[in-house]
């Protein structure tokens, strides 16, 4: 990504989500990482995203456990690595992942269909444990 793209990114983040203990939070945690703490992030990313379609396309359950569990897997890597993510603000993530085009497009260029099938994994995700 470019540093103009990344900017770009940032600032939007800021616009929309500026105002927030998430935005904030993860703007602290993210300040001190070095590149190979942002490749391990990139890395860790990639691999969830690449299970992500493996599962769908397998013919996985969006509410079976091993897909449910891919999801708590993509939680815990937020939660992790930039806030703290609860099963419920994931919940609204997954909501954005199929709104926004720009998330549709990332899942769905991976795989025709994976941004709905990683909302409902994300969704059954935080039923079971809300």
């Known amino acids: 990504m470019s540093d103009h793209t990344e900017q770009r990114h940032a600032d939007e983040a800021r616009e929309r989500w500026g105002h927030t203990d998430a935005h904030e939070q993860s703007v602290a945690r993210t300040a ?12 860790e990313l990639e691999s969830i995203e690449s299970d992500f379609a493996d ?29 703290a993510c ?14 926004d085009e720009r998330f549709r497009a990332h899942y769905d260029d991976r795989v025709e269909g994976l941004a709905e099938y990683v909302a409902a994994t994300i969704k059954a995700n935080a039923a079971r444990h809300t």
């Open 32 to 43: 001190s990482y070095s590149e190979s703490v942002w490749a391990e992030i990139k890395a």
């Open 55 to 83: 599962a769908m396309v397998q013919g996985i359950a969006p509410d079976a456990d091993a897909a449910r569990a891919l999801a708590e897997r993509a939680r815990l890597h937020i939660d992790r690595r930039y806030y």
């Open 86 to 99: 609860s099963h419920e603000m994931h919940a609204a993530l997954a909501d954005m992942y199929t709104a």
